[in-house]
């Protein structure tokens, strides 16, 4: 079982693979028209629309632009705390320089107040700096404090000083049962927990007095994992029931298990039964079937070795 990719729905396919090619050094591993199939998955058929999967060191990141059926934009004046965040967390070797990169687009916009922040020793002693593209999806550049960077990082081969993609992290509102989801349903362990606040918190979100709990999800998969963001203060506000597939705040992960039979009953077990035509079948041959979490974040769940 593996998190295999973050995919974001994008506005201009070509003005935000530039973005990320030029800023993060990313590379086009393919370009392709949205099959079918992904579209009846992801519950916008009859839509078009066009695809690019980028690859940043050893992870991936998907785009997916549907042209002249395009979404609802990102919703305005999110905040970190609003629970259709989630930000995706790009490990940097040099912060200075991976800043200073971002800064010179004029299409990334600073969530954080006054640059890249160091995080006290209790809250990971990590240095981050939290962003908008230009569709308004967040990201973060992470720095790992010396004599403290995970190994996965210290022999990575990103380009320039972006390494790679540590994270996806989800703001929730109860960490008890989205732990215990992503555990009865994927088996994902449940690692390290912190507790985040203080001004230096305060200026990394943008939010005043924030507390914010931080729970590690699957720390010995490999890279990308998860993050659970769980703010005690701030609008918090809940992902729309409405919310489409081609909605700019529609992000998903897509999560590879070995069997979406054994991922059915699981999910059955907790009181999310999949329907008949739930599960679609992709053109690669690839079985897959889209589920959301307890506060409505997306999962393409997709079964390895079924293509």
Known sequence: MVIDRVALIV??????????????????????AIDPSLTRVLRIPHTRGRRSLLRLGRERIELLEFAGSGGRVYPPGSTSTDLWFQHMAIVVNDMTHAHQRVMMSRRFK???????????????????????????????????????????????????????VDHSALAISDTATNTRFFRSVFGFSVGARTENRGPEQDALDDVDDVQVSVTRIAPDLPAPRFELLHYHVGTRRRIPPDTAGNDIAATYSVVQVASLDATGAALARCGMPLADDDIVTLHEGTRAVLVAGPEGHRLLVEEEGSG
């Open 11 to 32: 506005s201009d396919l070509d003005r935000v693979e530039d973005d990320y090619v030029r800023t993060f050094g990313c590379s086009v591993e393919q370009r392709d």
């Open 110 to 164: 600073e969530i954080s107040r006054h640059g890249p922040v160091r995080l006290p020793d209790n809250s990971g002693g990590v240095t981050a700096f939290k962003f908008r593209d230009h569709d308004g999806h967040p990201l973060e550049l992470l720095a790992f404090p010396e004599g403290r960077i995970p190994g996965e990082w210290r022999q990575a081969g990103g380009s320039g000083p972006f390494l790679g």
